[in-house]
């Protein structure tokens, strides 16, 4: 199956023509960075929503949609269905069939403009109403309707009852998700899609950094969590090709974006990329080698540099995270407790949590396919310090040093995804106390011990992650 991407973009487009913000500004910088309505033309037939920049954008890409034979709209929506289609079709005499599948709502708003005398089917326009689980036949692909959570109507009772995602599968048997616009996946689709393992998914994330829109749309929050529910069940495969739709300009620019998909396994291609999807066994998924995902991880920064933040979001997409609190309990400090019930609830409730300085052999025991988070090794080291009574003298070097030793070798081996947060110190003056001097030489040794065996190390500054050594 060849998918071809009409569009990529939000309703308003990336960059919304009114906007001045720094994703808006980089957009603008070139023009093949403009992102148009969602939409997607499947082998030139079958053609996946229809908004106001759709049919231009067909012409763009050197096609148009003389080809198409049929048409499947999620929504009512304008971005996704613009009944001028309709009309610029009949004004090509166009005769032969055309079949429109979706909700009836969205259906309803294309016989606005459908030429008075062409009523009677004159037009060759037939209009299918389908709804959440219905399963047709369409111009030789397999299609399911599964439930959205996006709504197109106002009236609360008819939240996700009129917007649909779509299951395809091609004639040629590769499968494919076609899940805009929705939010987090409704529990019926989330079971609908179980086992599926699609070889395409192209998933909602329209609203980028900002997580508190309370509309039916995925962002950078939700939009990992969606794709460790699809890996949970099998819908998502490492072979899966994951990309990202109805981008919108509240995104961090490209370059920004496209690295922290990639830990997810996803990307965001441009307005009118081809993509080729290939079905079967793939003994080197095209998809698992365009996403280098590094292993192993250390995420460096000071206090409150979003470090935390940044390493939660590196395995937010993985389906089997343990997320590894090396500070042990502090049952008298309530600012303490405080702090960690923020950053509990920050987690998705599917992370296991550990309470453990021994961190060997969490990391020895992790299976393939699953993540550490370790947060964070300035605790670890404080931690091994008290155990060991090390800040009073040499006395537990030795110790010490057998613990580091014990942990490199762990994180060198493990068959586990891991990232590591760890505080850098050591760029203020030096502290006036014995013990404190101590510490800052050991972390400093620490950092540069772990960072020496893991692939990527990361300085997080104002929230900015910098990648350190290439
Ligand atoms: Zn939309
Ligand atoms: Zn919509």
């Known amino acids: 199956m060849e998918v071809l991407l009409l569009g990529t973009g ?41 908004g106001p920049d759709v049919p231009r954008q067909a012409d763009r890409a050197g096609v148009g949609l003389a080809g198409v034979q049929a048409v499947l709209l999620t929504h ?52 299918v109403p389908l709804g959440p689980d219905d399963e047709v036949e369409v111009v030789g692909y397999r299609v399911r309707a599964l439930g959205a959570a996006h709504t197109a109507g106002s009236a609360p009772e008819k939240v996700g009852a009129e917007a649909v995602l779509y299951d395809i599968t091609a004639p040629d048997g590769a499968r494919l998700l076609y899940a805009t616009d929705t939010g987090p996946l409704p529990a019926a689709t989330l079971d609908a899609v179980s086992g599926r393992a699609y070889d395409l998914v192209l998933l909602d994330e329209t609203f980028g950094t900002i997580t508190d ?10 939009f990992p969590h969606a794709l460790a529910e699809l890996r949970r069940r099998g819908a998502l495969t490492p072979a899966t090709e994951v990309i990202a739709v109805h981008l919108g300009h509240h995104n961090p620019p490209g370059p920004e ?15 009118l990329a081809s993509v080729q999807v290939r079905t079967g066994p793939d003994p080197v998924p095209a998809a698992a080698a365009r996403h280098h995902r590094p292993q192993r991880e250390l995420v460096l920064g000071g206090a409150r540099s979003g470090k935390s933040h940044y390493a939660e979001q590196r395995l937010a997409a993985v389906p089997d995270v343990t997320y590894v ?6 049952p008298d400090d309530r600012e303490w407790a405080a702090r960690i019930a923020r950053h509990r609830a920050r987690r998705p409730a599917s992370w296991h949590t550990a309470e453990t ?12 396919g699953s993540a550490v988070l370790v947060d964070c090794l300035t605790l670890w080291l404080t931690a091994v310090l008290d155990e060991t009574q090390a800040w009073d003298g040499p006395d537990g070097n030795d110790v010490v040093e057998r613990r580091i030793a014990e942990l490199v070798a762990a994180l060198a081996t493990t068959a586990a ?8 110190v050591g760029s ?11 510490f800052q030489d050991r972390l400093g040794e620490l950092n540069t011990r772990i960072a020496a065996v893991c692939d990527e190390v990361t300085l997080v500054v104002a929230g900015r992650p910098v990648r350190l050594g290439g």
């Not at 001045?20 to 992102?35: I, K, L, N, Q, V």
């Not at 289609?85 to 979706?102: E, F, K």
């Open 10 to 50: 939000a309703a308003d487009g990336w960059p919304n023509p009114w906007c001045t913000c720094r994703s808006c500004a980089w957009a603008r910088r070139d023009p093949a960075r403009a992102r148009t309505h969602t939409s997607a033309l499947l082998d030139g037939t079958l053609l996946l929503d229809c």
């Open 76 to 127: 009512g929506h304008w971005d996704h269905a613009d009944p001028a289609a309709v009309l610029t079709r009949a004004w090509a005499g166009r005769r032969p069939p055309l079949a429109v599948h979706g909700p009836a709502s969205a259906l309803a708003r294309l016989t606005e403009w459908r030429a008075p005398h062409a009523t009677d089917g004159s037009d060759g326009l037939t209009l």
């Open 213 to 222: 829109h309370g509309t039916g749309h995925l962002d950078l929050a939700t």
């Open 257 to 271: 974006l496209e690295r922290i998909l990639a830990a997810w396994g996803a990307r965001a291609v441009p307005d």
């Open 325 to 330: 609190a090396t500070s042990g309990a502090r």
């Open 357 to 368: 300085s021994d961190l060997a052999p969490v990391l020895a025991q992790a299976p393939a």
């Open 417 to 424: 995804q891991v990232v590591l947060v760890s505080n850098e």
């Open 428 to 438: 203020g003056v030096v502290p006036a106390y014995a013990s404190g001097r101590l």
